[in-house]
């Protein structure tokens, strides 16, 4: 009985401590129940509540950006335009900047036209000044080249009798050609008037009626003349008594004062040449131009 009566106690012993282990652990799950839906609780809320809270910093953000770019046009002085009104601002904006090409367009042509206008002035000009030096220079004067040659205080003009015309004249071979030298211009020879035909033979004679000395220019204008006629292929002729031959043999030159300077023929081949005011180089050389003249249109 007593062995019996133990056992029981055992197992009573036994149940009591099963079942204080089971209070024990059942208070240890609650405990950690509670623990964990504290954590639950401190945990951010659900997905869709963060979904929300994510839509509402979204908006926040761009409820800022669109303060920024208010603010940022405000600045740069731009006013805010409503949407049915831009397509109407860039078609205006378009058509400016298509009145602004157009006018600056303009302006290039303009500024080129200018451009060309001054340079065509400057080239009118320079072909200009280009003429008239040349024609200071150069001219021609009855068929004949001069050139305009300065020596010192001394004007030239200067032409050429080319030496096939000589050959021509004088029948003789001639490889030079040969250059005189005037002292008046021959373009104003104009009013040295000349009456009369030039008729020239193969011999000549020159009379005096006085010496022409003019500070050396009878001298001048008579070298001149031989020289020509010689270059002509003129026979001078030293005859004191011979005087206009009326049947035209020879070239009869007298030098004689006149109330103006001037050239006149007075038979076949004889010719007055009167001297005013020692123009004596005006009356030779227009004599002289008138040779040569007519030698190089003759045979030329």
Known sequence: MDEDQKDDEVKEEEKEVKEEFNSEEKLKKEEDIE?????????????????????????????????????????????????????????????????????SSKEEFKQVKNLFLVIGFLVIIFLGVFIFINSVKHF????????????????????????TIIGKITGKVVNNDYNFYFRNDPRKLRSVAFDGELNLKKKWVLDFEEEFNCDGDGIIAVANLVSLLDLMGVESMKDETAGCDPDGRYTFLRLQPGDETSIEQFGPSCYNLNINDCEILEATEKYMIEIISMATKNLG
């Open 140 to 163: 021609n004067y009855d068929g004949l080249d001069f050139n305009v040659i300065q020596e010192g205080e001394l004007i030239f003009y200067q032409t050429t009798v080319p030496h």
């Open 35 to 103: 623990t964990e839906e504290e954590k639950v609780d401190e945990r951010p809320g659900s997905e869709e509540d963060n979904l929300d809270e994510i839509k509402e910093v979204e908006t926040d953000e761009k409820k800022v950006d669109g303060q920024q770019h208010s603010e940022e046009k405000e600045e740069l002085g731009e006013e805010s335009v409503p949407e049915e009104n831009k397509e109407e601002k860039v078609k205006e904006n378009s058509d400016e900047s298509a009145e602004e090409i157009g006018k």
